[in-house]
């Protein structure tokens, strides 16, 4: 059984910066591709970045580039979420989750089987 756990989230001015942190137990860490996904309130929830499972190739939505890094540090079975300038439209509870396979830095949902609780970033104009 996997668990991950996310925290790092919180109220930010436009153009200021977050930084969000998932660990996870269980499960291999270092084997597996991660992602960061978003949901704002009344919205579906949308892919946000990627990364494989040793880091060497990430993946962005375009809303988020050159904003955003993803990071992850396998001695500490943790990825990060770097997030600059953010908007008001950054609004959302983020979640960590894991990929059920490696190396393709999926966009897709279905690909990742464990998925954290979610911490809320609130971004004030």
């Known amino acids: 059984q996997v668990l991950l756990v996310e925290s790092g989230g919180g109220l930010v001015q436009a153009g200021g910066s977050l930084r969000l942190s998932c660990t996870a137990s269980g499960r291999t860490f270092s084997r597996y591709d991660m992602g960061w996904f978003r949901q704002a309130p009344g919205k579906e929830r949308e892919f946000v970045a990627a990364?494989?499972?040793?880091?060497?190739?990430?993946n962005y939505d375009d809303s988020v580039k050159g904003r955003f890094t993803i990071s992850r540090d396998n001695a500490k079975n943790t990825i990060y979420l770097q997030m600059n300038s953010l908007k008001p439209e950054d609004t959302a509870v983020y979640y960590c989750?894991?990929?059920?396979?490696?190396?393709?830095?999926?966009?897709?949902?279905?690909?990742?089987?464990?998925w954290g609780q979610g911490t809320q970033v609130t971004v004030s104009s």
């Open positions: 990364i494989s499972w040793n880091g060497g190739r990430t």
């Open positions: 989750a894991q990929d059920r396979a490696f190396g393709a830095v999926s966009t897709r949902e279905s690909e990742y089987d464990t």
